[in-house]
T-cell receptor, first 116, second 113 residues
Framework: EAGVAQSPRYKIIEKRQSVAFWCNPI?????LYWYQQILGQGPKLLIQ????????DSQLPKDRFSAERLKGVDSTLKIQPAKLEDSAVYLC??????????????FGPGTRLLVL | QQQVKQSPQSLIVQKGGISIINCAYENTAFDYFPWYQQFPGKGPALLIA?????SEKKEGRFTISFNKSAKQFSLHIMDSQPGDSATYFC????????????FGKGTMLLVSP
């Protein structure tokens, strides 16, 4: 079974530039998550999708971050414009929904972003 | 507000020793407590998880101990091996249909040969 795929793996940009990350979840997983992991901290949820609908985006800085999950499969996360404090690893995860409960979240390898 | 507090921040254990990592939570609605293991350059991977209806769960060398009244849970790694060297995160969620995980800050474990 293929895991969660993310690209690119690394990205270096200057502040005020824009950047986009792509995620392909495990086949059949209805739920997709984007997390931000700052060095030395645990992952922090940015947004959660159930199929192509947003379930939770309460911690997404909506003035600069946006995400979409067209057709309920792949997802993209965009930052525009980037700030220095956005330097982090952006993790995508997916999980299946069974009997009304979320099953295990499987994480991709992440995209490491450095904003200069 | 940090809802899941994890300690220690880092830990060095000799090969064959016992590694212990502790977490405390605040939200009494949490009812699912997983531990994730993360190697450098990789995403976190589920190691073991527990629900509050049991006080202990063991899988191989890994054991979770859970104290509902104290709102604490811990990970014990028996016979620690150099290959266990990684960052460990505790997490908690309400296992409803749309639950989200709240992670601790992580513990960097180094098992010396």
């Amino acid at each position: 079974e293929a895991g969660v795929a993310q690209s690119p793996r690394y990205k270096i940009i200057e502040k005020r530039q824009s950047v986009a990350f792509w995620c392909n979840p495990i086949s059949g997983h209805a739920t997709l998550y984007w997390y931000q992991q700052i060095l030395g901290q645990g992952p922090k949820l940015l947004i959660q999708f159930q199929n192509n609908g947003v379930v939770d985006d309460s911690q997404l800085p909506k003035d600069r971050f946006s995400a979409e999950r067209l057709k309920g499969v792949d997802s993209t996360l965009k930052i525009q414009p980037a700030k220095l404090e956005d330097s982090a690893v952006y993790l995508c995860a997916s999980s299946a929904l069974a009997g009304g409960f979320q099953e295990t979240q499987y994480f991709g390898p992440g995209t490491r972003l450095l904003v200069l | 507000q940090q809802q899941v507090k994890q300690s220690p921040q880092s830990l060095i254990v000799q090969k064959g020793g016992i590694s212990i990592i502790n977490c405390a939570y605040e939200n009494t609605a949490f009812d699912y407590f997983p531990w994730y293991q993360q190697f450098p350059g990789k995403g976190p991977a589920l190691l073991i998880a527990i629900r509050p209806d049991v006080s202990e769960k063991k899988e191989g060398r890994f054991t979770i101990s859970f104290n509902k009244s104290a709102k604490q849970f811990s990970l014990h790694i028996m016979d620690s091996q150099p290959g266990d060297s990684a960052t460990y995160f505790c997490a908690a969620s309400m296992n409803s249909g749309y639950s989200t995980l709240t992670f601790g800050k992580g513990t960097m474990l180094l098992v010396s040969p």
